[in-house]
């Protein structure tokens, strides 16, 4: 069965770079989140989209920013890095909105040096 | 605030037991929990889902369990396996979907 697809799995940056995460969902799942996991932590919620609004957004820094496209793959776009943006971005998908089982993509391994 | 926590933090078993993971959430109001996996390094695997409308779900020798009433989800492991070593993380979604996660229990099964 098709899963999340993100790319790249990783990418190592220099402080002050910036960085682009993508997110390809499961066919026919419209709705996409991205979670950030710190060293030793669990996942935080950044932010989500259905059907290419956003609708939910958590503790995403202002340097971030993120879109959904027509054909429901995210981008992550993360500006000015800094040495605590290192972690595993991971994005989920789930189908028709609310409530559903979320499925995560593999993460990509962001190190800032 | 909404906020999930796991006990034990680290499980240490022998091959062949049964084992009870635990999750405890504030806020009643809950819509879903699910149950992922995690292995050291790697991405989230979904175990179960539980919507608030369900008391448990099955799959294999998974079983969760949900209590609405005294914010308590439990995870039971049948015939624990050395494959099964791994951190178990649990998370609630609210009212929005958005899932909050626990802190993870991280379960090690020796031969």
């Known amino acids: 069965a098709a899963g999340v697809i993100q790319s790249p799995r990783h990418l190592i940056k220099e402080k002050r770079e910036t960085a682009t995460l993508k997110c390809y969902p499961i066919?026919?799942?419209?709705?996409v989140y991205w979670y950030q996991q710190g060293p030793g932590q669990d996942p935080q919620f950044l932010i989500s989209f259905y059907e290419k609004m956003q609708s939910d957004k958590g503790s995403i820094p202002d340097r971030f920013s993120a879109q959904q496209f027509s054909d429901y793959h995210s981008e992550l776009n993360m500006s000015s890095l800094e040495l605590g943006d290192s972690a595993l971005y991971f994005c989920a998908s789930s189908p028709n909105g609310s409530y559903n089982e979320q499925f995560f993509g593999p993460g990509t391994r962001l190190t800032v040096l | 605030k909404q906020e999930v926590t796991q006990i034990p933090a680290a499980l240490s078993v022998p091959e062949g037991e049964n084992l009870v993971l635990n999750c405890s959430f504030t806020d009643s109001a809950i819509y879903n929990l699910q149950w992922f996996r995690q292995d050291p390094g790697k991405g989230l695997t979904s175990l179960l889902l539980?919507?608030?409308?369900?008391r448990e779900q099955t799959s294999g020798r998974l079983n969760a369990s949900l209590d609405k009433s005294s914010g308590r989800s439990t995870l039971y492991i049948a015939a624990s396996q050395p494959g099964d070593s791994a951190t178990y993380l649990c998370?609630?979604?609210?009212?929005?979907?958005?899932?909050?996660f626990g802190t993870g229990t991280r379960l090690q099964v020796f031969p």
């Open positions: 998370a609630g979604a609210y009212n929005t979907d958005k899932l909050i």
């Open positions: 066919p026919r799942h419209d709705t």
């Open positions: 539980i919507q608030s409308s369900q």
